[in-house]
C-alpha cells in the first residue's frame, strides 16, 4: 500500500483573486483531488490559475456521506485539498466532519493559511485585538437573535460577526438598542473588491452610514463591534433605571419591567430587580 496521504486545508481568496498565496496555487496543482464546497465556484479559481485539478462536491449537506470516499483517497495515498468558496475552510464554512475524521484516522492534516473575512476586518477595525471573540453568523430569527445579543452584551471581548445583506440592516439595529447606542463598530463590507467600504464609528449611526452608501444594499459584511466596558455597562444600568423611573409613575411594576427590558435590551428579571428595590413610584 501507499504511504497515506495528506488532507491540506486551503483558504482561498475572500473576493480578490490575487489573495491566492503561491504555495495553495501550487497544492491546488499537486492533489488528485479538490474537496470543494461548490465546484462551479471553485472551478473558476481553478481556471484562474490554469488548473485542472479534478473535484468532488463537499457542502454542509453532503459533508457526512462525503467524508468516507474522501478518507478512502487518503489511505490510497493521494493527497486532498479541502477548499470552500471563500477564505478559510471550517470558518463557517463546512470541512470540520471531514478533518476530525481524518485526524482520528491519524491521517496527516496540514494548514495552507490565507484569506479570512473576520480577521482582515478585526485587523483594520481600529478595536483591541488581544482579546477578541468571533461569533461567526447570529440566529436568523430576531428573537433567537437578540436573545444571543443579550447574552454577548457584557462580553469583554472585541466580537466579530458575519452577516449576510438581507440581515445586515436588522443586525445593526438590534446591536445598537442591545448593546447601547454609543458602543464603537466597523462594518466591513466586500473586503478586498472593487467596492471595498469600511465604516468605522458608533453602533447607532452604522445603520444611517450603510444607508448613505449607494453600494449598501449589496454585498458580503463583516461586523467588529467594541467589548463591553464598565463604563459602557454602568450606562447601561443608568438607562434602565431611568426607564424604569419613568415607566413606574404609570405602569404596575411587571408591565414596566417588561417594556424597560424591550426599550434598553437588559433582561426582564434586571428590569423587575429594580421595581422592587425602587419602592413606590412619585413623580417628582
Ligand atoms: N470562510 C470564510 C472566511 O474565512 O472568512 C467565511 C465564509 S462565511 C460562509 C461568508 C461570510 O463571511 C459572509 O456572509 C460575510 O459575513 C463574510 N465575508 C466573506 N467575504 C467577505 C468580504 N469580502 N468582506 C466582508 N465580509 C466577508
Known amino acids: 500500500m501507499n504511504d497515506p496521504g495528506v ?3 486551503v483558504a482561498t481568496p475572500i473576493g480578490n483573486l490575487d489573495d491566492i498565496s503561491s504555495r495553495a496555487a501550487a497544492v491546488l496543482g499537486r492533489v488528485a483531488l479538490v474537496a470543494a ?7 473558476q479559481l481553478l481556471a484562474h490559475l490554469g488548473l485542472q485539478t479534478r473535484q468532488l462536491a463537499l457542502h454542509e449537506h453532503n459533508e457526512a456521506a462525503r467524508v468516507d470516499a474522501v478518507l478512502s483517497r487518503l489511505a490510497a495515498g493521494e493527497s486532498v485539498a479541502l477548499v470552500s468558496d471563500a477564505g478559510t475552510p ?3 464554512d463546512p470541512g470540520y466532519r471531514l478533518v476530525a475524521a481524518a485526524r482520528e484516522r491519524g ?30 453568523f447570529l440566529p436568523a430569527r430576531a428573537a433567537a437573535r437578540r436573545s444571543r ?17 438581507h440581515r445586515v440592516r436588522e443586525t445593526l439595529e438590534d446591536l445598537a438598542s442591545i448593546f447601547g447606542a454609543d ?7 466586500e473586503l478586498t473588491k472593487l ?22 444594499n449589496r454585498g458580503e459584511f463583516t461586523i467588529v463591534v467594541a467589548g463591553a466596558t464598565d463604563a459602557g455597562a454602568s450606562a447601561a444600568a443608568a438607562d434602565l433605571a431611568g426607564v424604569m423611573r419613568v415607566l413606574m409613575i404609570e405602569l404596575p411594576a411587571s408591565q414596566a419591567a417588561r417594556l ?7 433582561s426582564r428579571r434586571e428590569a423587575y430587580a429594580l421595581a422592587r428595590h425602587a419602592g413606590p413610584p412619585s413623580e417628582t
Open 37 to 43: 464546497e461548490d465546484t462551479r465556484h471553485t472551478g
Open 260 to 266: 424597560a427590558a424591550r426599550i434598553t435590551g437588559a
Open 149 to 165: 445579543l443579550q447574552e454577548l452584551q457584557d462580553c469583554p471581548d472585541t466580537l466579530v460577526f458575519y452577516e449576510g445583506v
Open 90 to 92: 471550517l470558518i463557517s
Open 195 to 216: 467596492h471595498e467600504t469600511i465604516y468605522w464609528g458608533r453602533l447607532a449611526d452604522a445603520g444611517a452610514a450603510l444607508a448613505a452608501d449607494p453600494g449598501g
Open 7 to 9: 488532507l491540506y486545508v
Open 183 to 189: 458602543r464603537q463598530a466597523c462594518v466591513a463590507r
Open 107 to 136: 491521517y496527516k492534516v496540514t494548514p495552507i493559511p490565507g484569506a479570512c473575512a473576520a480577521i482582515a476586518a478585526l485587523s483594520v477595525s481600529g478595536l483591541p485585538t488581544d482579546r477578541f471573540r468571533f461569533e461567526g
